[in-house]
């Protein structure tokens, strides 16, 4: 299986080919940390992130070798299992820089970014905050559930006493595919997703929109990740027909080719009419409200990941759609969310309940710390 080496130029987990699971866990620095804890705590995570997505079980003696009358430095669920392409990710959020109550809690206030604030509300949010926020963020993904799943438990475990878990979600199902070596996967409404997304053969257009250039010295080359749990109105979707489904989105359901004609990867023609002169790819379509040329020219690399956690009091299932996106500027996702919200068919269907931004520090040297420059 897979390896992704963890000290890179960029963090891993953004173009890399999305791995088919996720744990994202977004974490709230815990009260007394202080800088110099925050910073002990990033160099720690460091460490026992790279040992992971190398393979390894993390501490000096791992899961099994270390004293008989100590708790084992790593939980151990993982061993004997490959890497599976796990890759961490490190995020940090607004809250971090100045606090609910204005507190500058590490002296970084003055670095932030002035992008990286609280996204605003857009119509139709029904954010909770218990499922919105955070002052850190990790995204572990791995084609094995468990390895994604004691990578997260092990950072938490590490953080104990510095920092706690604020919201998690777990994914299975990535809904994009970030390689051209990929088949195209399908969300829970059944269409291809990811099909006009930003590959890890463009570098060209990751260079333009996804990686920050017009930051501060520590982001240069990071980028920032916007996370928002969209619930799926299953029940009422499944009630839908067909042409109605396509409508929604302007794309055939068997192929994903756009409903101006052509296969998979045919380019949209907005233009182009049917019966009644009325188009073929409707003005509440959403790849017509989601598309560059509707958004001057903003794109953005999705990586977001189905789930299904339960059901809810009503016996509805609470499912949907776990949407990750990075972008260099959070602004560009604000432009096309605000688009979205206003006009998308989609909106009938899903429902935002949460919403959370990251400033992604670029990769880390041999040797630092995830977002070293920063400090
Ligand atoms: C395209 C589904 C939410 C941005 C698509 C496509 C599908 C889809 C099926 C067409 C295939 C493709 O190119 O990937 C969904 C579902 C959503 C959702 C089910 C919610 C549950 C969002 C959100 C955004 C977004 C919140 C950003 C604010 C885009 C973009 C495209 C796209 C940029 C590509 C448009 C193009 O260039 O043709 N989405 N989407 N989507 N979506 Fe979404």
Redesign the pocket.
Same mark, same amino acid.
């Given at each position: 299986t897979a390896v992704y080496p963890f000290y890179q130029e960029h963090q891993a987990g953004i173009v890399t080919p999305a791995q088919d699971r996720l744990h994202f866990a977004a974490f709230d620095v815990s009260a007394g940390t202080t800088r110099a804890g925050l910073i002990e705590l990033l160099r720690d995570w460091t460490v026992a992130a790279a040992a992971m997505a190398a393979g390894r079980d993390i501490g000096d003696f791992g899961a099994v070798s270390g004293p008989y009358d100590a708790p084992p430095e790593d939980t151990g669920e993982a061993l004997g299992l490959p890497a599976s392409g796990l890759t961490i990710t490190f995020g940090f959020g607004p809250s971090l820089f100045e606090n609910a109550d204005g507190v500058d809690r590490f002296g970084i206030r003055a670095r932030r970014p002035e992008e990286l604030t609280e996204l605003p509300h857009f119509p139709g949010d029904m954010l909770e905050p218990a499922r919105s926020g955070g002052d850190l963020c990790i995204q572990a993904c791995a084609d094995d559930p468990q390895v994604a799943v004691h990578a997260i438990r092990n950072l938490s475990r590490i953080a104990f006493g510095r920092a706690v878990i604020r919201w998690s979600q777990l994914g299975f199902g990535r809904?994009?595919s970030t390689s051209t070596s990929q088949a195209?996967p399908r @969300?829970l409404?059944g269409?291809?997703? $990811?099909?006009? @997304?930003i590959k890890a053969e463009e570098p060209d257009a990751a260079d333009g929109h996804v990686w920050v250039r017009d930051g501060p010295a520590w982001l240069a080359g990071g980028s920032y990740l916007v996370a +928002?749990r *969209?619930r %799926?109105t299953i029940e009422t979707w499944d009630r839908t027909i067909l042409r109605e489904q396509e409508a929604v989105?302007g +794309?055939n359901k068997g192929e $994903?080719a756009p409903l101006s004609g052509g296969t998979e990867f045919t380019t949209?023609d907005f233009a182009l009419t049917g019966r009644a002169d009325l188009p073929l790819i409707g003005a509440a379509a /959403? =790849?017509r409200l989601? /598309?560059?040329s509707r958004n001057e020219g903003i794109? %953005?690399l +999705?990586r977001g990941y189905n789930f299904v956690d339960g059901t809810d009091a009503l016996g509805r299932l609470d499912a $949907?759609?776990f949407?990750i996106?990075f972008q260099s500027n959070p602004e560009h996702?604000t432009a =096309?969310?605000l688009n979205?919200a206003r006009h998308d068919a989609?909106n009938e269907y *899903?429902r /935002?309940v949460g919403s959370a931004l990251f400033a992604v520090p670029p990769g880390t040297a041999h040797g630092s710390y995830v977002g070293s420059a920063l400090f």
């Open positions: 809904t994009s195209t @969300n409404f269409f291809k997703d $990811g099909t006009s @997304n +928002r *969209i %799926m989105f +794309r $994903g949209p /959403h =790849v989601a /598309h560059p794109r %953005m +999705r $949907g759609l949407f996106s996702y =096309v969310q979205l989609l *899903i /935002h």
